[in-house]
Protein backbone atom coordinates (compact mmCIF):
# COMPACT_ATOMS: atom_id res chain seq x y z
CA UNK A 1 0.00 0.00 0.00
CA UNK A 2 1.55 3.27 -1.10
CA UNK A 3 0.73 6.35 1.28
CA UNK A 4 -1.14 9.10 0.42
CA UNK A 5 1.31 12.31 -0.63
CA UNK A 6 1.12 15.76 -0.23
CA UNK A 7 0.60 16.33 -3.36
CA UNK A 8 -2.19 13.98 -3.83
CA UNK A 9 -4.51 15.27 -1.02
CA UNK A 10 -4.09 18.79 -2.07
CA UNK A 11 -5.46 17.36 -5.83
CA UNK A 12 -8.16 15.52 -4.10
CA UNK A 13 -9.21 17.94 -1.75
CA UNK A 14 -9.09 20.77 -5.07
CA UNK A 15 -7.00 23.14 -2.99
CA UNK A 16 -4.05 24.59 -4.21
CA UNK A 17 -0.95 23.05 -4.16
CA UNK A 18 1.71 25.24 -2.02
CA UNK A 19 3.74 26.90 -4.44
CA UNK A 20 7.57 25.27 -4.31
CA UNK A 21 6.05 22.26 -1.69
CA UNK A 22 8.91 20.28 -3.23
CA UNK A 23 11.70 22.64 -2.03
CA UNK A 24 10.06 23.56 1.73
CA UNK A 25 12.71 22.01 4.16
CA UNK A 26 9.17 21.01 5.98
CA UNK A 27 6.03 21.55 4.98
CA UNK A 28 2.72 22.26 7.38
CA UNK A 29 -0.61 23.58 6.71
CA UNK A 30 -3.73 24.18 8.54
CA UNK A 31 -7.66 23.63 7.23
CA UNK A 32 -10.71 23.86 8.05
CA UNK A 33 -12.59 20.79 7.85
CA UNK A 34 -16.18 22.51 6.73
CA UNK A 35 -14.12 23.33 3.78
CA UNK A 36 -13.21 19.70 3.35
CA UNK A 37 -16.44 18.46 3.83
CA UNK A 38 -17.48 21.12 1.06
CA UNK A 39 -15.30 19.76 -1.31
CA UNK A 40 -17.26 16.48 -1.03
CA UNK A 41 -20.89 17.88 -1.43
CA UNK A 42 -19.44 18.93 -5.04
CA UNK A 43 -18.27 15.48 -6.09
CA UNK A 44 -18.71 12.84 -3.37
CA UNK A 45 -15.74 10.57 -2.93
CA UNK A 46 -14.73 8.86 0.29
CA UNK A 47 -11.49 9.06 1.63
CA UNK A 48 -9.71 5.82 1.23
CA UNK A 49 -8.32 3.95 3.80
CA UNK A 50 -4.64 4.03 3.38
CA UNK A 51 -1.29 5.00 5.27
CA UNK A 52 -0.81 9.23 4.17
CA UNK A 53 2.82 9.96 3.69
CA UNK A 54 2.48 13.29 6.28
CA UNK A 55 1.10 13.69 10.06
CA UNK A 56 -2.38 14.78 10.70
CA UNK A 57 -3.55 16.17 13.68
CA UNK A 58 -7.49 16.86 13.76
CA UNK A 59 -10.03 18.82 16.20
CA UNK A 60 -13.20 16.86 15.42
CA UNK A 61 -16.67 18.49 16.02
CA UNK A 62 -19.60 16.05 14.41
CA UNK A 63 -20.62 12.92 14.25
CA UNK A 64 -18.06 10.56 12.06
CA UNK A 65 -16.01 6.99 12.68
CA UNK A 66 -12.45 6.61 12.42
CA UNK A 67 -11.23 3.22 11.06
CA UNK A 68 -8.26 1.38 11.58
CA UNK A 69 -7.06 -2.38 10.83
CA UNK A 70 -8.42 -3.41 13.83
CA UNK A 71 -10.81 -1.22 15.57
CA UNK A 72 -13.95 1.43 14.16
CA UNK A 73 -14.17 4.54 16.72
CA UNK A 74 -17.36 5.56 16.45
CA UNK A 75 -16.89 9.82 17.27
CA UNK A 76 -20.15 11.06 18.18
CA UNK A 77 -19.86 15.17 18.97
CA UNK A 78 -16.14 15.82 19.69
CA UNK A 79 -12.62 14.23 19.11
CA UNK A 80 -8.97 14.62 18.56
CA UNK A 81 -7.49 12.57 16.00
CA UNK A 82 -3.34 12.32 16.22
CA UNK A 83 -2.27 10.46 12.67
CA UNK A 84 0.95 9.16 11.36
CA UNK A 85 2.54 7.52 8.39
CA UNK A 86 2.88 4.30 9.86
CA UNK A 87 -0.65 3.84 10.54
CA UNK A 88 -3.16 3.37 8.09
CA UNK A 89 -6.67 4.61 8.52
CA UNK A 90 -10.22 5.96 7.77
CA UNK A 91 -11.82 8.51 8.25
CA UNK A 92 -15.79 8.88 7.71
CA UNK A 93 -18.07 11.93 8.06
CA UNK A 94 -21.36 10.56 8.61
CA UNK A 95 -23.04 13.45 8.36
CA UNK A 96 -22.35 16.99 6.58
CA UNK A 97 -22.73 19.04 9.73
CA UNK A 98 -18.80 19.25 10.29
CA UNK A 99 -16.63 21.74 12.08
CA UNK A 100 -13.58 21.98 13.55
CA UNK A 101 -9.75 22.50 11.96
CA UNK A 102 -7.04 20.04 11.16
CA UNK A 103 -3.58 20.39 10.43
CA UNK A 104 -0.72 18.20 7.99
CA UNK A 105 2.74 18.16 8.35
CA UNK A 106 5.84 16.38 7.33
CA UNK A 107 8.45 15.40 9.94
CA UNK A 108 11.05 17.24 8.38
CA UNK A 109 8.87 20.72 9.83
CA UNK A 110 9.82 19.52 13.48
CA UNK A 111 13.60 19.35 12.80
CA UNK A 112 14.77 16.66 15.61
CA UNK A 113 17.82 19.37 15.88
CA UNK A 114 16.07 22.03 16.21
CA UNK A 115 13.35 20.95 18.35
CA UNK A 116 14.15 18.11 20.09
CA UNK A 117 11.46 16.38 19.31
CA UNK A 118 11.21 12.96 17.57
CA UNK A 119 7.66 12.49 16.18
CA UNK A 120 7.12 8.53 16.49
CA UNK A 121 8.94 8.60 19.79
CA UNK A 122 6.11 10.82 21.15
CA UNK A 123 3.08 8.99 23.39
CA UNK A 124 0.21 10.01 20.87
CA UNK A 125 1.82 8.80 17.48
CA UNK A 126 2.76 5.13 19.18
CA UNK A 127 0.26 1.98 17.92
CA UNK A 128 -1.72 1.49 20.78
CA UNK A 129 0.06 4.05 23.02
CA UNK A 130 -1.62 7.19 25.13
CA UNK A 131 -4.74 7.73 22.66
CA UNK A 132 -5.55 4.19 22.19
CA UNK A 133 -6.14 4.47 18.28
CA UNK A 134 -5.26 8.30 18.25
CA UNK A 135 -8.65 9.72 19.04
CA UNK A 136 -9.23 11.03 22.26
CA UNK A 137 -12.77 12.28 23.13
CA UNK A 138 -13.72 15.37 24.95
CA UNK A 139 -16.55 15.69 27.93
CA UNK A 140 -19.58 16.24 26.00
CA UNK A 141 -20.82 19.43 26.44
CA UNK A 142 -24.33 20.45 27.34
Do not use: W
Amino acid sequence: MEPTTLEQFYKETSFLIPEGINKEIGHFNVFKTGDIVAQYRKKPTQMPYNRRAYYKISLIRGHNKAEYADKVIDIEKNGLLFATPKIPYNYVPQDYNQSGYFCIFTSDFLIQSKSGVVLDDLPIFQPGGYSQGFLQYFPKHR
